[in-house]
């Protein structure tokens, strides 16, 4: 399977720069099984295909501001990263714009010295991985000088990052919101539990392998990047046991 096969035109004036005030009311594409008919409704309108006893499984990741710009000590190049993973302490695995630049001990300076990371690993596709260096409370650090990694096709300066968020969101971790979730609001979720539907959270930081376009042309040939995930043992119970 090709890549190619995936292609289609999508005029640039049809992508969305800013969200909608009310996230429910976005537009919502439903396609009936039985007879492939379509129809478009709002989001708000998804009450309807929810009865009791059914289980909605949502995400509950934070988007954390994970893109830093900096520079590069020793010549002042300007270089851009995003953090991936925290894999212990204050090591993180990144992904670095203009990575060439960027070799082991190269030291990249955020905000005057008000943050660090140092390279100690280099490894393919522009990842790197870095020792954190500050003083501090490091996400404290982070709140203040990180920006809400946008999709690259969002032009437009995100005025509100909670905008970027699900209103459940809890979970610090991700370089991306889950956006399959970013339409439901708090009295969408009231409704459905109030028609007895249960609603189970499961945490995945969405990372590289979410987002990274393909660069090769055969699909299995597509290497992914590695995502994290949790789930309590009461909701690995309850989905194994909810009706099908």
Known sequence: MKTSDFDYELPQELIAQTPLKDRATSRMMVIHKNTGICEDKQF???LEYFHEG???VRNNTKVIPARLFGTKE???AH???LLLQQEEDDIWECLVGNAKVV???TVISFHDGRLKAKCIEIKDKGIRRFKMIYDGIFNEILDELGNVPLPPYIKEKLDDPNRY???YAKVRGSAAAPTAGLHFTEEILTALKEKGVEILDVTLHVGLGTFRPMDTENIEEHIMHAERYAMSEECAIALNTAKQ
């Open 74 to 76: 020793e010549t002042n």
């Open 54 to 56: 059914d289980v909605l």
């Open 165 to 167: 968020q699900t209103v």
């Open 79 to 81: 270089v851009e990263v």
């Open 103 to 105: 070799k082991i001990d």
């Open 44 to 46: 708000k309108d998804i």
